[in-house]
């Protein structure tokens, strides 16, 4: 069965400090996500992507988060610089598009010293 | 602005007895509804969905839900609970076409009871 692949898995940084996150998803899906996931809540999405075009970054904290996905498959998500709220799960999914499900990869647990 | 509500942050069962857990949400029109379990340290895996149709609706592991109009709810339910169910249920929102981001709510930690 396909799957959303994420790595790393989990990643260990100081504050100030540039991190990036990288997501491959189920191939031809042509919409993929970033959610973002503060323990004790439900993920938040930070950005969509509509094959390489950004369809809503309206939640992505633009003066040190960025993303892309250059060639419309896989993408990178990254903190520059890294701070302590920024502790969190992040959430790579991706979909078939127009009402289709959303399937998500395992996540990367960053934790922000 | 749509929002979805679980009221429960924290629910404990005894393995074999039944299982209901409660979500509402705001929306103007006919929403598409999804229930998410996510294991700890792991994604979220779907379980079920509702985008219209029959009103109850069946997913994987024996669950299922019942979407109600007139109470804006949409609450999840398994007749006999097993000791691996417990885990993370989130339920979200999306409005369909292009723009299918999903709203989730906060969350209900499921534990259960040898």
């Known amino acids: 069965e396909a799957e959303v692949a994420q790595s790393p898995r989990y990643k260990i940084t100081e504050k100030s400090q540039a991190v990036a996150f990288w997501c491959d998803p189920i191939s031809g899906h042509a919409t993929l996500y970033w959610y973002r996931q503060i323990l004790g809540q439900g993920p938040e999405l930070l950005v969509q992507?509509?094959?390489?075009?950004?369809?809503?970054d309206s939640q992505l904290p633009k003066d040190r988060f960025s993303a892309e996905r250059l060639k419309g498959v896989d993408s990178t998500l990254k903190i520059q610089p890294a701070e302590l709220g920024d502790s969190a799960m992040y959430l790579c999914?991706?979909?078939?598009?127009?009402?289709?499900?959303?399937?998500f990869g395992a996540g990367t647990r960053l934790s922000v010293l | 602005a749509q929002s979805v509500t679980q009221p429960d942050i924290h629910i404990t069962v005894s393995e074999g007895a039944s299982l209901e857990l409660r979500c509402n949400y705001s929306?103007?029109?006919?929403?598409?509804l999804f229930w998410y379990v996510q294991s700890p340290g792991q994604g979220l895996q779907l379980l079920l969905k509702y985008f219209s149709g029959d009103t109850l609706v069946q997913g994987i592991k024996g669950f299922e839900a019942e979407f109600k109009r007139s109470q804006s709810s949409f609450n999840l339910r398994k007749p006999s609970v097993h000791w691996s169910d417990a885990a993370e249920y989130f339920c979200a929102v999306a409005r369909g076409g292009a723009t299918n981001k999903l709203i989730f709510g906060t969350g209900t930690l499921l534990a259960v009871q040898p």
């Open positions: 929306y103007g029109a006919t929403p598409y």
């Open positions: 999914a991706s979909s078939p598009g127009g009402a289709g499900i959303q399937y």
């Open positions: 992507f509509q094959d390489e075009s950004v369809v809503d």
